[in-house]
C-alpha cells in the first residue's frame, strides 16, 4: 500500500515546480472558484504550472461513512467545473485508507513534494489535511520551511454576510432553495445524466419525456416536485420542465428525473445531458385521472415557459 500513494506522478512538466491547491472541492462554488484564480494567479507569475489535488471518493466516505455528506458535484460535474477556471492540472487521487493513514508531514512529503514538485501551496484559511486534519497552516508553514515552499493562506468568500461552504450549499439544496444555492456556487444547480428509455407514458399523454439516468447515487437532489429547467446537450440547449420524484397517479413510487423539453426533437437516446435547475413550481401529486393529470401539465408548461423567459439560458 505505501507504493501507491508515493508512485512518481504521470503528469508532464512539473520537474521545475508547481504551484498547488488540495481539497475536495465539491460543488466548486464562489469560494473554490477564487482559490482556483489565485492559485492561476500565482503560478503564472511564477511560470510554474497550475495545479489542483483532489479526491475520489470523498474523503469521509472511506473515514467516517455514516458522515460523509451526498454530494454537489459528481466528479465528471466537478471536472467540467474546474476546466473553466484555466487550472493547468488536476490529479485525482484514489482516496484509501493507505492516504487517510498519512500524517500531514508524510503527506506533504510523499504526495506533494516528491509526486508533484510543491513549490507554492495555496489554501483556504480553514484547510485541514493529512491524519485527523491535523495538517492546518501553522503546520504546513513549518513544514515550507523546511522543505522551502511557500504557503499563500487565502480568506473565505461571504455572500450575504455569511460564508461560502459546500455544507451551507448542500442545507440549500436539500430545502429547495435554489436562489440561495445559486448565489454561493455562482450558477444554477445541475445534474449531468444520460437519457435512457422509460416506459413512454409522458409520449401517451401529449408530454414526451427524456428518463435521464444520474450516473451516481450519491448526487444530491432537490425535494421531489416539478421543477422548469434549463437542459444543455449536444444538440442544443433548451427550456423544459421536470418531474422529480414518483409518479403517484399510476402507483409508481419509484424516484424518476423525466423531463419535457420545449420546442425540441431528436434522438435523445444515450445522449449525456446537463440540467439545471430554475424555478420549483409545485409539489408531486396524485391525480384522480390522465385526464385531470394531462389538464395539470398544461398548466405547468405555462408556468415553466413563464419562469424561464425571466432568466437566461
Known sequence: MPERVSKPSALPNLSLGTVITIGTFDGVHVGHQ????????????????????????????????????????TTEEKLECIAESGLDYVAVLPFTSA????????????????????????IGYDHGFGRGRAGDVKVLRELGERHDFTVAVVEAISVDGLPVSSSAIRRAVSYGDLASAQRLLGRRYAF?????????????????????????????????????????????????????????????????????LFDAGGDWYGAPVRVEFVQRLRETMRFESPDALVAQLRADERAARAALTQVEA
Open 34 to 73: 477564487d482559490l482556483l484564480a489565485r492559485v492561476v494567479e500565482r503560478a503564472t507569475a511564477r511560470s510554474l504550472p497550475s495545479l489542483l489535488v483532489t479526491f475520489l471518493p470523498h474523503p469521509l466516505e472511506i473515514v467516517n461513512p455514516t458522515a460523509a455528506p451526498l454530494l454537489l458535484s
Open 99 to 122: 492516504l487517510a493513514a498519512l500524517d500531514p508531514t508524510e503527506f506533504v512529503e510523499r504526495i506533494l513534494l516528491e509526486r508533484f514538485c510543491l513549490q507554492e501551496l495555496v
Open 192 to 260: 449531468i445524466g444520460r437519457v435512457g428509455h422509460g416506459n413512454e407514458r409522458g409520449r401517451l399523454l401529449g408530454f414526451p419525456t427524456l428518463n435521464i439516468a444520474l450516473p451516481s447515487q450519491r448526487k444530491l437532489l432537490p425535494p421531489p416536485g416539478v421543477y422548469a429547467v434549463f437542459v444543455q446537450s449536444a444538440l442544443g440547449s433548451f427550456g423544459g420542465m421536470m418531474n422529480l420524484g414518483p409518479r403517484p397517479t399510476f402507483g409508481d413510487a419509484t424516484l424518476s428525473l423525466e423531463v419535457h
